[in-house]
């Protein structure tokens, strides 16, 4: 059954199929023009043709009002694009922060992006004080753990919610050159105010036991770093969301592919979208956090419109081992290799086109160690990087190179065989959202006032989540804001 869906009951867990699984095929169509009318105005809009994507879901369609399918055309204040971590926190910052209705619209479901195949640290650890990202990922750090933190004052339980724990992480360095790094970053970070401390290789053994350490081992620990579970963060998000429901302040399209833009004749403002199923009218904003499918999709909304927008945002592969109840040993800490610093904000191949990086994947794959162990007792390592267009099928020769990597730190893992854990492991794939100067793209774009774009997170969405959706929300409402959006502006980067 076809369904615009106000969502009333919740779906079941996510599966890594709904990760891992995902492929998008287009196919061309379009629509004809036409006016459309919100509100008491009439516009005279002309329709941006864009072609359909046809997903498949690894969920069941959400649960409907039977009032809400008969109508195909209805009328938010907010439109979001995408129901990852970006578009779920932006909807619930709207919900929270203003009195608007909020549309989230998706072609699949939440957690089929690159979110679903996230590890889940929100760290400072390897991050740079003085940075662009610092301010924004500090912020939003502090709005994770105000968020962990009003859950237990209701009485809640933040690590069954959210999957969160503060663990503290540890940015482990291998040479003496790499120990020349963590001292430096131990002092810059401490000076930025945060609580760092650098481990000799016997402080390390101790914190964390079943590394392997020798003189030239040492870490920089923050201990205040913590990590959650993305598939139960999403799920926590989607259930407050859906609180707004019955107020008539939300509703989810998922499986709703967004196929073109209708404009106003007037002021070219953007005025409703047009999905697979329905036209949805917007009175203000329109969010478009697609991951890294933003790119194309703005491409092939703007096509036939006078508008030269590229957004460079390309997909970056990513492969994540988990070892479900891992029994071997136990982790203390979040952990991740201090090569992971530069393998995120590496450029490799930064002028070519995405089709081109489709030719040179074996050059750009590169593979870092991060360890993690989640609420359930699973060990998840981490994980790959390469350009490999938007294919998300999962390559075992990637897979076997995380778990050797990871066998290089943790040596009872090498007392296994690697096909020995086949028969109780997990493997996510995600499509990472890259951008080539390395940062996020938050704000309006450029001859469109009334469309905003929040993107380009790569490795760190789920990090920096929260501060993002405050960014934009607050553009959007004409607030102050909290952390200088400059950076991430649209203007000059699109
Ligand atoms: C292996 C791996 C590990 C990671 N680990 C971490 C970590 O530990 N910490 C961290 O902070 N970050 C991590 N990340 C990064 C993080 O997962 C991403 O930065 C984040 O999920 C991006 O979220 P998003 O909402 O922008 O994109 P996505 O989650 O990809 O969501 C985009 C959504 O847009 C939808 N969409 C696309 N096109 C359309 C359309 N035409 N119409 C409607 N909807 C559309 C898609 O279906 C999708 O649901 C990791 C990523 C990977 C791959």
Redesign the pocket.
Known sequence: MAAASTLLSHPKPHTNDDVSSLRSHFKPSSFASQSTSFGSSKFASKSLSLRT?A?RSGRPEPATLSHSESRSDQTFDVLV???????LTIARQFLIGSDLSVAV??????????????????WMGHKTPGSDLWDLGLRSQKLWEELAESLIEQGLDPLQLLGWKKTGSLLVGRTPEDLDVLKRRVKQVCEAGLRAEYLSSSDLHVKEPELLVDKDTGAAFLPDDCQLD?RRGVEYLEQGNRNYASKGRYAEFYN????SLLRSGGNGDVVAIK?SRNTLHCKKAIVV?????SGS?MRDLLKESEIVLDVPVKPR????LVLENFNSFHLNHGLMEVGYVDHQTANPLPSISTSELLNQDEQSLSVSM?ATMDTMGNIIL??SRQFAGFCTELEESIISRIWERAGEFFPKLKEKLFSDISKSREV??????YMPDGKPVIGPMPGLANVFL??G?????????LGTAEMLTDMVLGNSEKVNSAPFTVHGRC
């Open positions: 994507a997903t694009i995408g129901a990852g971590i970006i578009g619209i998706d072609k699949s479901v939440p957690c089929s992006g690159a979110t679903g195949a996230g590890q889940g640290y929100i993305a709703h592919p967004v196929i999905t956090a697609a991951g890294c499918w999709l592969k990513g492969h994540l991060t981490g994980s996510r794939v995600g499509l990472r959202p929040a993107t997170h790569e490795g760190g969405g789920l990090s920096l989540a």
